[in-house]
């Protein structure tokens, strides 16, 4: 059957044949006969890992960062990072920033820094809070936000979540995005804390204004975060508070929980780029662990169109 381009198809199941792929199907009941598929369904695509792996296709345990979102007003950045008092000179764009730190072998790291931007939600099921972040090209708002993650080393701290085998990353990212829920108050809104709180261990009486539209309800994050993730998070943000003289204040809020930087799942392929067990799945973008961003994505995709056009 035939299925209509002009809506979204929704792929639910694949047919594979001796270690071929021969058709996929569709939501709407309809089957695509196929016999190359690029997979590139993105890292939130957890009905694709759970399907992968209920049909024994090899998946890999994949190490990932989580942590949170940590907002300050920009004119605290531009004020750091331009050496100016007062308003940056109209001139100059909203300042950004880069930090790392290394704080018990593990990486606690900036990502997705957006200056002039907001904190969004990002959760893709119900029963979850996840925050990304993102700037309007004037990137003309009052707030800077950037994640603040930890990175997940897979084959040595999920200890307690062995029994999901190649799942376990997702299976804990689930469980600090279900936190999130319950502690924010069961809808969109997040929990935070102020900054200094958090670091210092004590509950927010109240919180800064935020980008964030659902809004923040105070909660203690500082005892609430596994220790893995929290403690490390602590001592970054100490050290970047080092590095940039006025970004450990009190006028910063933290937002959790940013959980989805990348994919906890690898979709393993060959040199050609084709799954090493089944013929014709060609595993592709942030999704199958390729890409980290929209550029490396779209590469990865000209990249496997390439491979899968092979001999046609
Ligand atoms: C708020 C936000 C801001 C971001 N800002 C930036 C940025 O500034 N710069 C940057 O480089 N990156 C940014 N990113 C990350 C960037 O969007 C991703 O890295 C990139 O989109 C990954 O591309 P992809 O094609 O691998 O997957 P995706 O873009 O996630 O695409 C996957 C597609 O597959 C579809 N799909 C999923 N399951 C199925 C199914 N079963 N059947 C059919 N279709 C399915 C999805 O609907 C989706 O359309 C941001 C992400 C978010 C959420």
């Given at each position: 059957m035939k299925c209509n381009f002009d809506t979204v198809c929704r792929v639910i199941d694949f047919n594979i044949k001796n270690n071929k792929i021969n058709a996929l199907q569709l939501q709407n009941g309809n089957e695509i006969q196929t016999e190359?598929?690029?997979?590139?369904?993105?890292?939130?695509?957890r009905d694709i890992y759970y399907l992968l792996h209920k049909k024994n296709i090899v998946l890999q345990a994949k190490s990932f960062a989580m942590g949170v979102r940590v907002e300050h007003p920009q004119h605290i950045i531009d004020t750091i990072q331009?050496?100016?008092?007062?308003?940056?000179?109209?001139?100059?764009?909203?300042a950004a920033y880069s930090l790392v730190e290394q704080v018990k072998e593990r990486g606690v790291y900036s990502f997705c820094m957006c200056p002039g931007g907001f904190i969004v939600p990002a959760a893709t099921a119900n029963g979850e809070v996840v925050v990304n972040g993102m700037s309007p090209?004037?990137?003309?708002?009052?707030f800077a936000n950037s994640g603040i993650v930890v990175e997940i080393d897979v084959e040595k701290d999920l200890p307690k979540y062995e029994q999901f085998g190649v799942l376990k990353g997702l299976e804990y990212q689930k469980d600090l995005e279900k936190l999130a829920y319950t502690s924010g108050?069961?809808?969109?809104v997040a929990p935070a804390q102020r900054l200094t709180d958090f670091v210092e261990g004590r509950l927010s009486v109240n919180l800064n204004e935020t980008s964030y539209q659902p809004g923040l309800q105070s909660a203690p994050l500082h005892s609430l975060m596994p220790k893995l993730i929290g403690s490390r998070l602590r001592t970054g943000f100490k050290a970047f508070g080092q590095k940039m003289k006025?970004?450990?204040?009190?006028e910063a809020n933290i937002v959790g929980v940013?959980?989805?930087?990348?994919?906890?799942?690898n979709i393993p392929r060959k040199d050609n780029l084709e799954h090493p067990e089944i013929q014709g799945l060609f595993p592709c973008g942030e999704g199958g662990g390729y890409a980290g961003g929209i550029v490396s994505a779209a590469m990865d995709g000209e990249r496997c169109a390439e491979a899968a056009a092979v001999g046609l």
């Open positions: 190359r598929v690029i997979l590139a369904t993105g890292h939130s695509a331009y050496h100016c008092k007062g308003d940056r000179d109209a001139l100059l764009p909203a090209s004037k990137r003309n708002n009052k108050g069961r809808s969109q006025g970004y450990y204040t009190e940013e959980s989805r930087t990348s994919s906890p799942v």
